[in-house]
């Protein structure tokens, strides 16, 4: 498996977020047998799973945010993971020797799979949902006036 380095992400300029938001919008119309994409004097047919990826992508592009595109498979480094999760490095590595995530080494450093980080921040994420409810339901048990 090949190393993936998250950064650099593509980040729209104003003309590219409005060329994305008109082919967003062609794209979502066009047929949902697949596309077909003109290479000069080429024509290329694409599998019909890319159609909704690429209009996520340009409806993303449209509204100016950036995009980073990462393979499931990708193994990253403890900082590309880090910034994944909006934590330092090592608050990181203390997951990953807490067995919080999985991770392997390559020589002395480490290498966090894609797909297990993802894993890691759905079900953190779904853990805080959980936490924030129950503290909405005992605040109305409570009437706390919110």
């Keep these: ?4 380095r998250v950064r650099p992400e593509i980040i729209p300029t ?4 409005e060329l994305a938001a008109t082919a967003s919008r062609a794209l979502a119309a066009a047929s949902p047998n697949g596309l077909i994409v003109r290479l000069g004097d080429r024509e290329l047919q694409l ?5 909704p990826f690429l209009v996520h992508v340009l409806t993303e592009m449209a509204q100016g945010n950036a995009l980073t595109l990462i393979p499931t498979h990708a193994e990253l480094t403890t900082q590309d993971a880090a910034d994944f999760l909006g934590v330092s490095r090592p608050f990181l590595v203390s997951l990953l020797e807490a067995k919080r995530i999985p991770y392997h080494k390559v020589g002395t450093h480490r290498r966090v ?12 994420e779904a853990e805080r949902q959980r936490t924030m409810q129950k503290l909405a339901d005992e605040a109305q048990a409570l ?3 919110y």
């Design 143 to 145: 009437d706390m006036g």
């Design 47 to 51: 599998p019909k799973s890319v159609t």
């Design 1 to 4: 498996m090949s190393e993936i």
């Design 14 to 17: 104003e003309d590219d977020a």
């Design 113 to 124: 799979r894609f797909y297990d980080l993802d894993a890691f921040k759905k079900q953190n």
